[in-house]
């Protein structure tokens, strides 16, 4: 299979897009792919200064490689979430900041911008006093599982340090697979709020509210994993310890069944359904939620007095 | 014969047929994986060798 633009060995085959690439084409491409999204969606200009939330994992540290490169200032955010795990969480943060080591050296910019980056580092434990399997230990939360009780913390946490640092915008990785399982768990129990505010970009509608934007949601996560492959990034490979039956697991294995047998299956899926929304052709309830400042942090909420995260603490 | 790797499991193929084709004879998903050999992504369609080593990466990751 040769490459569409030089002819060369291709390294991957996008079958959605009918479209093989060598390995420094399909790098090219992937860059000015994100750039076209970035721009479709308005996610934000080039003088913006950006959080990107980083994991360690592929997605996360492939999304701060092409902001970095399209010479964006993007700075790095990672929530060391304290799972011990076979050393889960510190394996973790050793891939980020040997990509903050390199990164500098790797990332020649397109744009002669500036490509000064920080990373952020927040300890839950560290800075609360419990780690994440702890709290969710000790609060009962999530049916034994941690996974909610950690979305809750690291949401509070992404907006509280997007707000003090003044960003512009709160950038993660989430690639089209991650927002087709969630659009398909979504409309197979027909959850129209969620269904409402599932976009690119979710705004700052409120005072103490964070702009978050997905510049990978047009992506397949095969193609952000080729990326970070081919651009050489070491990310870590192991999945959460927790993560094990997740749900979401299950509703990507599905889609990407259907895939298989109708390529494109997962992009029309996803991108069809935001079209839709777009053109009002989806009558889902518009969002009126009330919010208020939590009397604890200051963050918004919907409940009266706390917040859910500061309820966790007490 | 070709050695196909992914994770802890290994398995031995016959060469000669593409990675894609390796992919599902071993009842995996050929969305789910991408292939690399010596050290380099392949596409699906790349002919298998004799003593070829073919290390799959899982791509589904969340929670």
Redesign the interface.
């Given at each position: 299979m040769k490459c569409k633009k030089c002819g060369g060995v291709a390294v991957i085959n996008m079958r959605h897009h009918r479209l093989a690439l060598c390995a420094d084409h399909y790098l090219d491409w992937f860059v000015t792919y994100t750039q076209r999204t970035i721009e479709k969606f308005r996610m934000f200009g080039s003088g913006d200064r950006l959080l990107v939330a980083v994991s360690g994992g592929k997605d996360s540290l492939a999304l701060w490689d092409v902001l970095l490169r399209l010479g964006y200032q993007a700075d790095g955010l990672y929530i060391k979430l304290g799972i011990e795990h076979q050393g889960y969480s510190d394996r973790s943060l050793d891939y980020v900041q040997r990509f903050l080591e390199t990164s500098e050296a790797a990332n020649p910019p397109r744009a002669p911008r500036p490509t000064q980056h920080v990373l952020h580092v927040v300890d839950i434990k560290g800075t609360y006093g419990e780690s994440i399997p702890e709290l969710a230990r000790r609060t009962g939360r999530g049916r034994g599982k941690p996974c909610s009780v950690c979305g809750l913390v690291k949401r509070h946490v992404m907006n509280r340090v997007a707000q003090e640092g003044g960003y512009a915008a709160l950038a993660t990785g989430h690639n089209l697979d991650d927002e087709a399982a969630v659009l398909l768990q979504n409309t197979l129990r027909w959850q129209t709020g969620y269904l409402a505010r599932q976009a690119p970009v979710l705004e700052a509608t409120q005072p103490g509210l964070s702009r978050k934007v997905k510049p990978f949601c047009r992506l397949y996560e095969r193609e952000t994993a080729a990326y970070a492959l081919v651009r050489g990034i070491d990310y870590i490979y192991d999945e959460c310890p927790h993560a094990s039956g997740a749900t979401t697991i299950f509703h990507k294995e599905l889609l990407n069944r259907l895939e298989g047998r109708s390529p494109g299956a997962k992009h029309s899926f996803y991108l069809d359904f935001l079209r839709a929304k777009k053109k009002g052709q989806l009558l889902l309830p518009a969002e009126e939620v009330e919010l208020h400042p939590c009397e604890k942090c200051g963050q918004p909420t919907t409940a009266p007095g706390l917040c859910a995260f500061c309820r966790l603490w007490q | 014969m070709v050695k196909v790797i992914l994770r802890n499991r290994e398995w031995e193929l016959r060469p000669g047929m593409t990675v894609r084709s390796a992919i599902l004879k071993l009842g995996l998903?050929?969305?789910?994986v991408?292939a690399?050999r010596d050290g380099?992504?392949?596409?699906?369609?790349?002919l298998t060798r004799d003593g070829d080593t073919i290390k799959l990466?899982?791509?589904?990751?969340?929670?």
């Open positions: - | 998903d050929p969305e789910a991408l690399v380099q992504l392949i596409n699906e369609a790349t990466v899982a791509v589904i990751s969340g929670g």
